[in-house]
T-cell receptor
Framework: GDSVTQMEGPVTLSEEAFLTINCTYTATGYPSLFWYVQYPGEGLQLLLKATKADDKGSNKGFEATYRKETTSFHLEKGSVQVSDSAVYFCALSYPQGAQKLVFGQGTRLTINP | DAGVIQSPRHEVTEMGQEVTLRCKPISGHNSLFWYRQTMMRGLELLIYFNNNVPIDDSGMPEDRFSAKMPNASFSTLKIQPSEPRDSAVYFC???????????FGPGTRLTVT
């Protein structure tokens, strides 16, 4: 079946550091890929998405590129801020059919000032 | 726009009691999802409705769990009888037709003692 694997957390960085959170997937078809963010005490919010190979999703300084050859969708940001502290989830779904989101286990990110 | 509304935000109950969680999706959205989040298992899809009809309930853990969507603006997730292992955060999400973003509610934190 389909699955998503994220790098183990927690991740702790200093403000203005470069961020990479790795995400790889296993899929039987051609899914869309997503990064969701969960701030403390809140529900998940869509951060960015990509719907086909080589697409780059971007939002709020975060970027991720859909790499079919390596089945990856790594999240990057050039200079993180304290306000980026949250849990980040990589996910996939198929735009047709059930639209079920399959999530990775989440990566907790803490940014220190 | 009010977003997805869930109630209650917190629920503490004793083992064996019935628990009902409620969700109001975003107006105009015709797909509704119930998720459960735990430390051990991460985010799991429990059940998914499209146009008020349950499409996939394969994630519902056992017969103690049931979900209904009597109309386009309301859904319930019921656990009867509740057990301590049901303690988790339960999220409701809604979306437009296939391929669109899922919007998550703030979640209900359930504690069963």
């Amino acid at each position: 079946g389909d699955s998503v694997t994220q790098m183990e957390g927690p991740v702790t960085l200093s403000e203005e550091a470069f961020l990479t959170i790795n995400c790889t997937y296993t899929a039987t078809g051609y899914p869309s890929l997503f990064w969701y963010v969960q701030y403390p005490g809140e529900g998940l919010q869509l951060l960015l998405k990509a719907t086909k190979a080589d697409d780059k999703g971007s939002n709020k300084g975060f970027e991720a590129t859909y790499r079919k050859e390596t089945t990856s969708f790594h999240l990057e940001k050039g200079s993180v801020q304290v306000s980026d502290s949250a849990v980040y989830f990589c996910a996939l779904s198929y735009p047709q059919g059930a639209q079920k989101l399959v999530f990775g286990q989440g990566t907790r990110l803490t940014i220190n000032p | 726009d009010a977003g997805v509304i869930q109630s209650p935000r917190h629920e503490v109950t004793e083992m064996g009691q019935e628990v009902t969680l409620r969700c109001k999706p975003i107006s105009g959205h015709n797909s509704l999802f119930w998720y459960r989040q735990t430390m051990m298992r991460g985010l799991e899809l429990l059940i998914y409705f499209n146009n008020n009809v349950p499409i996939d309930d394969s994630g519902m853990p056992e017969d103690r769990f049931s979900a209904k969507m009597p109309n386009a603006s309301f859904s319930t997730l019921k656990i009867q009888p509740s057990e301590p292992r049901d303690s988790a955060v339960y999220f409701c999400a809604s979306s437009l037709p296939p391929g669109y973003e899922q919007y998550f509610g703030p979640g209900t934190r359930l504690t069963v003692t």
